[in-house]
């Protein structure tokens, strides 16, 4: 469905929210990918090949601020052709950077320029053919961060865990980084080695190195774990294209069983496709409206679920931790604010913004953010995330033994056996 109103333009387009795993995900980009011009579709200039520079002098935006003295750009980048000790200086290379940086100067870590190369590369992870490590990474307090290790991936057998802090690739330190280069050095070839330095603050005074060899990257977005207690237990890894379908056939099999209660656990789960989520959403709230979208402080759409409402009565816990982002947080917060469940575990991620990603004539793209997720009680996702009804914080010892406390919280609290 389409998220944003048609815009005229001479190139296609298509609305997205995909989980863009580049070998590891950046998160979820919720938005609309504007059309691939002709010269990116032929092929991609690198950032030094070589460039003329045109249109210099040309009039700026009529509403620019008239304190901005654009002047001062040019006096900079002439000393920088004419003072710099290594010479000859690339103008192609001057270029991108300023446009790198004009969108560093947002402050907003999923805001970002994307030179032609950069942009492919962003492309394939759009397109769904990825190599890597299998983790979802996100800006913490302005340090690139593991989000969530994906089930069954090299991240994943390495130890990687929410809340990881990566302060370094491959002996690089990642101070200032964006997550579009900590994805682009930590992505690469099936087999291929990469060493991440972490600091897991909770535990180690110290970082410590991970060294992970990439592998493709298979996901199993959603299944139905057996149980004998008479709950269903449904696990959904993140909002793919497939998801709905898988979704829609577990839903089936569970009413089938009339559960005492679910369990629908969101943990890890990085988001992905809006859809989905109201799709998902849909079956305890019906068509009740599941996210309000905010743009510039005005309320700009309610989406509504699309599911059947098939576990309309049934009781329902839903399991969340650091690695709950996106897709996910817009589940938790629709079920949360119905009081149709109960949350359980510790503070989701917080991503709650909308991204438009424009591909330019010369085969480079930005990515904005321009709008902000509510929950349907206008409860702010967004770098705050989601906080449990109940909250569960597991140790360093229940990681060691193996001991699930959320996952036995949510059962007594569905069995009737939870301490008042």
Not at 191 to 208: E, N
Request: hydrophobic residues 40%; aromatic residues 8%.
């Amino acid at each position: 469905m389409p998220i944003f109103p048609e815009k005229k333009q001479t190139t296609a387009s298509k609305a997205l929210i995909p989980v863009l795993v580049v070998g590891l995900v950046i998160g979820v980009f919720i938005g609309r990918i504007w059309g691939v011009s002709a010269a990116s579709q032929s092929g991609v200039m690198s950032a030094s090949s070589t460039m003329q520079v045109l249109g210099i002098g040309q009039s700026p935006p009529q509403d620019i601020a008239q304190t901005v003295e654009f002047k001062q750009f040019w006096e900079v980048w002439k000393m920088l052709q004419d003072k710099y000790y290594r010479q000859p200086i690339n103008e192609g290379d001057l270029f991108y950077g300023a446009l790198r940086g004009l969108a560093a100067g947002l402050h907003d870590p999923y805001t970002a320029f994307f030179d032609p190369k950069a942009a492919a590369v962003f492309q394939i992870a759009l397109d769904g053919k990825f190599t890597g490590i299998g983790a979802e990474i996100g800006m913490k307090e302005d340090r690139v961060s593991v989000i969530a290790p994906l089930p069954d991936t090299p991240a994943d057998t390495a130890g990687l865990k929410p809340g990881d802090i990566i302060v370094s690739v491959d002996g690089a330190d990642t101070t200032g980084w964006t997550i579009e280069r900590a994805v682009t050095k930590i992505r690469g070839p099936q087999g291929t080695k990469v060493v991440l330095g972490i600091f897991r603050a909770d535990t180690d005074t110290s970082p410590f190195d991970v060294t992970i060899t990439r592998d493709e990257i298979k996901l199993v977005s959603v299944r139905s774990i057996p149980r004998d207690d008479g709950i269903a237990q449904i696990v959904l890894s993140s909002f793919n294209a497939d998801t709905r379908d898988a979704f829609d056939a577990i839903v089936d099999e569970t009413i089938a069983k009339n559960p005492k209660g679910i369990i629908l656990d969101l943990r890890n789960d990085p988001g992905g496709f809006l859809d989905v989520a109201q799709f998902v959403a849909g079956e305890w709230v019906g068509d009740d409206i599941v996210v309000k979208e905010r743009r510039q402080g005005v309320i700009f759409s309610e989406l509504k679920g699309t599911g059947h409402h098939r576990f309309k009565g049934i009781p329902t816990v839903v399991l969340v931790n650091g690695g709950s982002a996106s897709a996910s947080e817009i589940v938790a917060g629709a079920l949360q604010d119905y009081g149709v469940a109960t949350l359980v575990g510790t503070q989701s991620f917080g991503k709650g913004s909308v991204q438009d990603y424009m591909n330019l004539d010369d085969g480079s793209a930005v990515k904005i953010t321009v709008a902000e997720w509510l929950t349907p009680k206008e409860r702010v996702i967004h770098e705050i995330g989601l906080t449990p009804d109940v909250v569960i914080e597991p140790t360093k010892q229940d990681y060691e033994k193996g001991k699930d406390i959320q996952l036995q919280e949510a059962v007594k609290i569905l069995s009737g056996t939870e301490k008042k």
